[in-house]
């Protein structure tokens, strides 16, 4: 038993939202494969323009233009229904063109579970859809939206056969299987789970739903993983919501967190962040600058990102990650249960991560971001990265403390005054500068000296990188715990004392202060700038 050698479907723009359902799906579990989509002209654009590019090798075949705007009714009045679906031998053919074998599956699929129980030695592989009888003599005994093939001359003899079907493109499916009763195989319950299988069977619905459990983190059907549900989950009739619902809890439960956000960027039609309405007048109140300021350029500069308000107090990517942007576990509270993953924008994920995992949840580092990125990114678009003499500072600090946690770490006995070329270290709320001058001070000097803030992470440092300016990391500073971490003596340069200070600098040449500086500029441009970050934010969640 192996995986298919390609996959393949057909879609019009009438279903391109369940289409991103079905690649972005496929992608987190057969990373990279083959993938042969005959689509129309307005399908292939969208799917061009998704962020993160999808994780497959897509090979288009736009043929379907005819039918573009037509739906089901609309094609059957005009008695093209059969010639549309038969489309699907057109891009079964295709695919065995370049491939070994190809696994044909409807658009309304989502994966669940690697596929890898296709025997091979066989020429094609059929799914029954396990119902009553007098179902399948209306509607035929397998299903049309999930096929396997190997040998070249199945679509033909299958287009041959539709002609006379008693249902369209399924019914036919059985003189194939007669014609192929020695060379082929049926897949087994636990793939092609759909609606029908609950409530056209010979059991009740509930018998069926009963056999739906969690085994190792994962959905299983009679003891099986699941590996992928047929299901239009747009639509609002009972069966299919009653269905659907079905298999969300489960997904839930298990904290499939990659499955629940492709499900929610097929239905919303966008990635959808949301961030908590204010102000407020409790521990929740936020200023709405750092990471909520990013999400407004984020969505900006990506079509396919909108922000929502939510009357929840966290930050979320759909219903099912949280965007953890609170500077401690102070905010830590009974909600981030309700979710599959908790994304640690500050803290260190083996201190504050570690305490979260204590209670069951899911964490991963996340990014970091500037106090305010409008200012950042404006200063970014709007001046050049400055080179080594073009800098007239050699090592600066700009900080203040205005809580007992800040002032630990920055009133100590450690004179770091001394050594640099500018320190400025205030106390209260007021600041010596305003942030265009405490950015521009960043920008034209070489090194910037990195101390812990009120969490162990620090807006100072992402804001260094994003001018090149190399930071100078102290050893309470966590900055290791970044989704993509930057790394010492490539970023930036490690001291934790002001004696050693002038000596490690003293060793550094220009020419590998000028690869530092270029490699941070490049790290933030990469995972926080908004017109690159989001796709490599996602990358990550969905194949890291």
Same mark, same amino acid.
């Given at each position: ?49 998704? %962020?993160?590019? /999808?994780? #497959?090798?897509? $090979?288009?075949? &736009?043929?379907?233009? @005819?039918?573009? !705007? *037509? ?35 409807? %658009?309304?699929? /989502?994966? #669940?579970?690697? $596929?890898?129980? &296709?025997?091979?030695? @066989?020429?094609? !592989? *059929? ?50 299987? @007669? ?366």
């Amino acid at each position: 038993m192996v995986e298919p050698s390609s996959f393949c479907t057909m879609c019009t723009y009438t279903c391109y939202k369940e289409l991103i359902g079905l690649l972005l799906s496929l992608s987190i579990h057969h990373p990279g494969a083959n993938f042969y989509c005959m689509v129309d002209t307005k399908t292939k654009e969208v799917i061009d323009k998704i %962020t993160p590019k /999808i994780n #497959l090798n897509i $090979i288009f075949n &736009i043929a379907l233009d @005819k039918y573009t !705007g *037509l739906n089901r009714q609309m094609m059957e009045q005009l008695n093209i229904w059969s010639e549309f679906q038969m489309k699907k031998a057109d891009t079964i053919s295709n695919a065995l063109k370049n491939e070994h074998d190809t696994l044909f599956l409807d %658009t309304d699929i /989502i994966i #669940l579970d690697k $596929i890898n129980d &296709i025997d091979n030695t @066989k020429d094609i !592989g *059929l799914s029954p859809h396990y119902i009553r009888k007098c179902d399948t003599d209306k509607f035929g005994y397998y299903n049309g939206g999930c096929m396997w093939v190997k040998n070249k001359n199945i679509p033909e003899l299958w287009k041959k056969y539709t002609e006379t079907s008693r249902f369209y493109d399924q019914a036919s499916l059985e003189d194939l299987a @007669k014609d192929y009763k020695n060379s082929m195989f049926e897949f087994p319950k636990n793939y092609n789970f759909s609606w029908w299988r609950v409530f056209q069977s010979d059991l009740s619905p509930q018998v069926i739903a009963s056999k739906v459990n969690i085994q190792n983190n994962s959905i299983y059907y009679e003891n099986e993983p699941l590996k992928f549900v047929h299901t239009h989950f747009n639509h609002t009739d009972q069966p299919s919501v009653q269905f659907n619902n079905l298999i969300i809890n489960y997904l839930h439960k298990c904290k499939k967190y990659k499955e629940l956000i492709c499900l929610d960027r097929m239905l919303k039609d966008k990635w959808i962040i949301k961030i908590p309405k204010q102000p407020r007048n409790d521990i929740w109140n936020h200023d709405n600058t750092s990471f909520r300021e990013l999400a407004l350029l984020l969505q900006k500069n990506n079509p396919d990102v909108k922000i929502e308000l939510t009357d929840k107090v966290h930050c979320c990517l759909s219903e099912s990650i949280i965007l953890y942007d609170r500077p401690t576990s102070q905010w830590f509270n009974q909600d981030l249960k309700q979710y599959s993953l908790i994304l640690l924008g500050n803290g260190d994920i083996n201190i504050e991560g570690k305490e979260l995992q204590k209670h069951g949840l899911q964490v991963m580092s996340w990014i970091f971001w500037p106090r305010r990125p409008f200012i950042v990114e404006k200063l970014l678009d709007n001046n050049k990265i400055l080179n080594f003499e073009e800098r007239k500072t050699g090592s600066i600090f700009i900080g203040n403390f205005e809580n007992q946690v800040q002032e630990k770490y920055r009133q100590t006995n450690q004179d770091w005054e001394s050594v640099l070329d500018e320190y400025h270290c205030t106390a209260g709320t007021k600041h010596k500068f305003t942030q265009e001058e405490y950015l521009n001070k960043l920008h034209n000097s070489k090194y910037g000296l990195c101390l812990r803030g009120y969490g162990s992470k620090c807006h100072r440092e992402v804001e260094l990188m994003a001018f090149g300016t190399v930071p100078i990391i102290t050893e309470a500073v966590s900055i290791d715990s970044y989704m993509d971490p930057p790394k010492e003596n490539v970023h930036y340069i490690r001291c934790n004392n002001p004696e050693n200070l002038k000596t490690i600098l003293t060793n550094i040449s220009q020419e590998q202060w000028a690869i530092m500086s270029n490699n941070c500029y490049e790290w933030y441009q990469k995972n926080v700038y908004s017109k690159n970050s989001f796709k490599h934010f996602l990358a990550n969640i969905l194949y890291n």
